[in-house]
């Protein structure tokens, strides 16, 4: 059993918050690269020139590399073997992010009510998801998610008598029609299976796949380039403006499911799908 104290969790959710904010991933910023290189547009590749500068001027001069700096969506794997001491694990994180986003001076757009909108000041709480895992160590992800691109979320559920090409159609669909709003080009998660809600964590979570890796399942890697050459041949292209470059990626989790069922949901991360990991 290894004892960690709640402040180091507080700790590494501050800086993952800024982290996330600042520096894209690799992964993202080499797909604007290769991006440019298969765009058609003349418009969609000096579009792109503007995304790659964006990122290293965000990154050299450690400020937001947008200005929605997200609702803080955090994943968080607890080693089964780790005994937390000082206090509780979710008021860590919620404090973690509380920290983040005031020093880092990032963005607060969370509201206390969806109804009664009055800003909490600080961006909490986080929407946190929580497994127990083998093991002595905690990984955090946090995942801020811009409110452009969660507005086209979208679940379906399916009957089990769905054919696969009715459900890549949907997808695709769901993805063109979200057009300029999620401000493209997108990356796609898919989640399929499970129930409502399991299936949109899923997608939310397939978001964090690097860009450049399919399915090991080629049977789903199959529709993931189905998915992306029926998007891309749309024509929104770059930030909805016309072009061949539409969507980045797709990533599809599937999951077990009832035999009455077969939920289909889609999360779109905007072109900078931040996300940035740690461990204690």
Known sequence: ???????????????????????????????????????????????????????????????????????????ASVGQDVHLVGGAFEDAVNEGVRQGYTDGYLRKSIVSDPLRRVNTNDNTPAVLHTRLVPGEEIEIIVAPKGGGSENMSALKMFTPAATRDQIVAYIADTVIAAGSNPCPPVIIGVGLGGTADKASELAKKALLRPVDVHSADEFYAEMERDILERVNKSGVGPQGLGGTVTALACAIEPYPTHIASLPCAISIGCHITRHAAGRI
């Open 1 to 75: 059993m290894r004892e960690v104290h709640v402040s180091e969790v507080t700790a590494l959710v501050r800086r993952l918050c800024m982290e996330a904010n600042y520096h894209l991933p690799e992964d993202i910023q080499q797909s604007f690269v290769r991006g440019k290189e298969t765009e058609q547009s003349p418009l969609g590749k000096t579009i792109f020139d503007e995304m790659i500068r964006n990122c290293r001027l965000a990154c050299d001069q450690e400020v937001p590399i947008c200005q929605d700096t997200g609702t803080a969506v955090i994943f």
